[in-house]
């Protein structure tokens, strides 16, 4: 049994360190490509941008108002919120600031999926489906920069792409610990996988917010029909298995909120783990086929099937699988000879250790580029910026025992509560 854990934890190794190889390539066009432009001058194009909210009373209106102020023709662009299922002043304070409003009360059909495609029908039905060129998805909790629908503009009317998606930044990064470990994730999704991607001309993964969508894939599949848990990353390898292609444009950025409290983040992320489970039930099948056949431009094609496989592959439950068998093997030592059961123990420390430190470097180096190249988009003092790319490793390590709640738990949607003041997050963390 020892040889066989130690040999099985070194075929792990060498099978992920292959696996993920291509990821040193986009991690060395993230420090030094160029990011891909947009047309310089570009046709200016009709859009409607769409906020699912479910009690945001709070900040809806300061996304609202964001949008209103878009350097783009106010003419070309409309604001609509959908306040699914609230209990609060949400589609007054939209209506305030000028967003069309629709309020939607469901209980059965729960979460952004669902809310996307009532109100994209609701649309289609007062307007007319031909009424927008393209739509623009963004979270209550968003910031949304001036220039950001100018600059979506330019890479849309390339008419390259189905989606696009947006640099993601953060309102919050150096609140504590944990908004840091989010932030720096999103960063480095934007820096390190997104902008490669594009670069190489293989499919981006949209991210829950700040991403585009051609009103023509609307049509095509009457609606919005996403509605696992993670509908963002279900649209995302859609796309790849249908040789739809997403791009990424950098100079477009959102500013979003994140949580700041263990319990929310616990509950966020079990929604994420949960999703991204769903999703591997229902397109394994399809991404293993487009590894080996593609669509269109094949090469490019097999590569974002295999790109989005990666994604979403459960490397934490194989991980924890090998842990597992290691703990087995060390408790069935216990009726043996006490010089068997001390060099089992001693094996399985060692394997936990070896997997921790080398999961935890990994994490540390993608959090340290990450850092180091996004150093002056990032607000905060530098003591905290450095702090936070030492405890990175210890935010996505909690991903561990969420992976396994995930598993083994029913999980329902449950919204985050944004636009706490400073005392009311202190208070809700004590």
């Given amino acids: 049994m020892l040889r066989f854990l130690e040999s099985l934890q070194f075929v792990l190794f060498i099978f992920f360190t292959a696996a993920y190889a291509y990821q040193i390539v986009y991690l060395l066009i993230g420090l030094f490509g160029k990011a891909k432009q947009g047309k310089k001058d570009p046709v200016l194009h009709r859009y409607a941008a769409i906020i699912s909210a479910r009690n ?24 609509y919120v959908v306040a699914d299922n609230c209990t609060d002043g949400t589609a007054a304070a939209a209506r305030q600031a000028g967003a069309i409003v629709y309020e939607r009360f469901n209980k059965v059909q729960v979460g952004k999926g669902y809310a996307m495609d009532w109100l994209f029908h ?19 909790d968003n910031y949304v ?3 950001f629908v100018r600059e979506m503009n330019k890479m849309f009317d390339t008419g390259e792409y189905a989606a696009l998606t947006c640099y993601r930044n953060s309102k919050n990064f150096c609140d504590n610990w944990i908004s840091a470990g989010y932030a720096l994730w999103f960063l480095r999704e934007s820096r390190f996988l997104n902008r490669p991607r594009t670069r190489l001309g293989v499919n981006c993964a949209v991210s829950g917010t700040g991403f585009l969508i051609d009103a023509n894939v609307i049509r095509e599949d009457g609606g919005w029909p996403y509605h696992l848990l993670t509908e963002d990353i279900e649209f995302s390898i859609s796309c790849a298995v249908r040789g739809r292609k997403i791009g990424y444009c950098g100079t477009a950025i ?22 991204f489970y769903q999703v591997d039930a229902k397109y394994t099948a399809p991404l293993l086929h487009g590894c080996v056949r593609g669509k269109k431009n094949r090469k490019k094609s097999r590569m974002s099937c295999y790109d989005m ?12 699988g090998v842990l597992g068998l290691a703990l087995v093997a060390c408790l069935s030592s216990l009726s043996q000879p006490a010089f068997i059961t001390y060099r ?18 990994s994490l540390f180096v993608f959090g340290a580029c990450t850092m180091f190249a996004e150093w002056k988009q990032i607000k905060g003092a530098a003591w905290k910026k450095i702090l936070y790319v030492f405890t990175f490793p210890l935010f996505m390590l909690t991903y561990i025992p969420i992976s396994l709640a995930a598993l083994v738990g029913k999980v329902e949607w449950k919204p985050i509560r944004h636009g706490l003041t400073k005392a009311e997050k202190g208070k809700e963390q004590a």
């Avoid at 609701?122 to 209550?140: H, N, P, T």
């Avoid at 959102?254 to 999703?275: A, C, L």
């Fill in 56 to 79: 945001e009373e709070g900040v809806i209106g300061g996304l609202v108002k964001s949008l209103k102020e878009q350097n783009y023709p106010s003419h070309l662009l409309d604001v």
């Fill in 122 to 140: 609701r649309i289609f039905a007062d307007k007319g489906e031909q009424s927008y060129d393209a739509f623009l998805v963004f979270d209550a």
């Fill in 145 to 147: 920069d001036p220039n």
């Fill in 254 to 275: 959102v500013y979003d909120e994140q949580p700041v409290q263990f319990r929310q983040s616990w509950d966020q992320r079990m929604r994420w783990s949960k999703g």
């Fill in 309 to 320: 496989l990666m994604t979403v592959a459960p490397c934490n439950l194989v991980t924890i």
């Fill in 344 to 361: 089992v123990i001693r094996m399985l420390g060692r394997i936990i250790l070896t997997t921790l430190r080398g999961v935890s470097f």
